[in-house]
């Protein structure tokens, strides 16, 4: 009965889409879905709203309200726009960045806002093709903007898209913009609403002089000019994974003084439909699979790849036996904020008032790096616009060094506000050049920071659960877990637990509820056992996936010790899987 109340309303509501406010190509295509026998891809599409989160919009693209189209990302720009009207009312020009990716309709997306934010009186400054998506918060920040949006869905399957709001500091929006955004957007209750006549005076296209000014600052961070002087010529195999990389990654690095730099020619290709790869992710191995053989090919010392919108970077390096090896984002991370801090304390940069920034499901090594260094850390939830909002916070107050997550996002500079792979690759072929003069390679830099600060392994697991019962199932995977707490994960006794949803900590020894210090709730939850063994779990925000993050530490005195500690590492991920029934 349940099922047949459901399909009777998601007809009703897929019939009002064949009105003549909806285009001829829409119409038919929901025709076409009413009139399958199977009501399956029907119920999918109408079941609800596409919903405008905190982070904006993510979908398959297709006709429906549950879909990515012209009349989702209308109602989303008109709904923003709308709200900077309100909010900026006493500026004499309201102005707007818009950005977008690689994928199939991304483009029309981009140019669909730029005109219903012209409508709205909005001047909209629109690439004049796909750019990397840090290159749009950076371009909020130069050109005085008061929002931005980019069109991307990241690294999804090649079926999505999705649609990301900036605010004026260049970060993405946050309480209580986001919230407010969304009652604005829900307050459209029809798509006569939506604003589609474009005014040709309020729509700028940028030309290239916005690229050169975003990478002469990005020069400006370098910290080893004499290394790469002397290294300039090392070979690095960069691929964009048929992305926005290829726009600027290139060029930034040959102006950063590298001369090696090695292409995959497949890979070049600008394409939605992404080739070459399943998944466009470059935490996945197999997206970095033509690179890496170019790279033996080739001889090269360095891979990079980046996602399709060029925020977040992947890499692999050879090992002690010229193999090659995927560095994960945790990896990364350490690398990166190891490097920035040895350079600025060897530079004289240090003045006491530095600090760095990582995610709470990032490792804990980090933690180790800035302590030791007399650098302050700030742990933030998942999600860079908490990074930027770390960074909004110490703005005049502290000087920021560099902030990243283990889902391969890394930031380090200031004048933008969201993850950069332009930089990060930048940063990455640097640090090859710095360790080279050194005569070593990244991957032993890599060892000895695990010497110096202890041996950590992660690991990152995702259980996908598809559509509406997927969502009802993470749901009920979560409540579980607070209702039914773990007290032991692989023979370690469970010490503390922390739940961000009531901001609240347990100490399981001295049974004491502490409060957790952070801006918000947030859907995830923690646990740390008496071997030092940290669990996160938390539901995906922009894919139906619920996340369980592993970390495993132990001490090394030795690099010969960390063979060993490698392989009881991957032995003790496995028992916590079972504990934890995944």
Not at 240 to 264: E, M
Not at 354 to 381: M, P, W
Request: a negative charge; glycine letters at 8%; charged letters at 25%.
């Amino acid at each position: 009965m349940e099922n047949e109340n459901l399909l009777k309303q998601v007809r009703a509501k897929a019939e009002t889409w064949l009105a003549p406010e909806y285009d001829e190509e829409t119409r038919k295509k929901v025709k076409e879905l009413l009139e399958k026998e199977d009501p399956t891809d029907l119920i999918e599409s109408f079941y609800k709203e596409l919903e405008f989160g905190t982070g904006g919009l993510r979908g398959i693209m297709g006709a429906g309200s549950n879909r990515m189209n012209k009349y989702t990302v209308g109602t989303a720009t008109q709904g923003l726009a709308n709200y900077l009207k309100k909010e900026f009312a006493s500026l004499p020009e309201i102005g707007v960045v818009i950005g977008h990716d690689c994928r199939n309709n991304s483009r029309l997306f981009a140019e669909i806002a730029a005109g219903i934010f012209s409508a709205n009186g909005i001047k909209a400054y629109l690439f004049p093709d796909l750019r990397p998506t840090p290159e749009i918060s950076y371009a909020i920040r130069k050109l005085a903007c008061q929002s931005g949006i980019v069109i991307t869905a990241s690294h999804n399957p090649k079926e999505y898209n999705g649609y990301k709001a900036y605010w004026d500091d260049g970060a993405q929006v946050i309480a209580p913009h986001d919230h407010n955004i969304i009652g604005e957007v829900n307050k459209i209750s029809s798509v006569k609403e939506i604003k589609f006549e474009k005014n040709p005076a309020l729509v700028k296209v940028l030309d290239e002089s916005i690229d050169k000014q975003y990478i002469q600052d990005l020069l400006s961070i370098s910290l080893s000019s004499e290394a790469i002087a002397k290294c300039k010529d090392i070979k690095i195999v960069y691929t964009p994974i048929h992305g926005t990389g290829i726009t600027l990654i290139p060029d930034a690095l040959k102006a950063l003084g590298f001369t090696h730099i090695i292409h995959v020619p497949e890979q070049d290709v600008i394409s939605g439909d992404f080739p070459t790869v399943i998944s466009p992710n470059p935490e996945e191995a197999a997206a970095l699979k033509m690179a890496v053989e170019k790279a033996i090919a080739t001889g090269a010392d360095l891979v990079m790849a980046s996602d399709p919108d060029a925020d977040r970077v992947g890499a692999a390096v050879r090992n002690n036996e010229g193999e090659f090896v995927l560095l994960n984002g945790n990896q990364t991370l350490l690398i990166f904020i190891y490097y920035l801090i040895t350079r600025w304390k060897e530079s004289g940069k240090l003045q006491g008032n530095e600090y760095v920034v990582k995610t709470i499901v990032s490792t804990e090594l980090v933690k180790k790096i800035a302590k030791k260094n007399g650098v302050k850390l700030y742990d933030c939830y998942t999600g860079f616009k908490w990074i930027a909002d770390v960074m909004r916070q110490n703005e005049n107050k502290r000087t920021y060094i560099g902030g990243g997550e283990e889902s391969y996002g890394f930031l380090a500079e200031n004048f933008v506000r969201d993850k950069d792979a332009v930089s990060a690759c930048m940063l990455l072929a640097e640090i090859a050049a710095w360790t080279a003069e050194k005569g070593k390679t990244i991957y032993q830099l890599l060892q000895d920071i695990y010497v110096e600060y202890g041996f950590s392994k992660e690991k990152g697991i995702s259980v996908v659960k598809q559509g509406k019962s997927g969502a009802e199932e993470i749901e009920a995977m979560m409540k579980n877990f607070r209702e039914n707490p773990m007290l032991e994960l692989a023979g370690s006794k469970v010490i503390f637990i922390k739940d961000f949803a009531k901001l609240t900590g347990k100490d399981l020894i001295e049974n004491e509820i502490v409060s957790l210090d952070m801006p918000t709730t947030s859907n995830v939850l923690q646990y740390f056992t008496e071997d030092g063994t940290k669990v996160s779990i938390r539901p995906s925000g922009t894919e139906p996936k619920i996340k369980f993050y592993i970390e495993i530490h132990s001490k090394v005195d030795a690099i010969e010790e960390l063979q060993a500690a490698e392989k009881a590492a991957e032995a003790k991920i496995d028992e916590v899987r079972k504990s934890l029934g995944i």
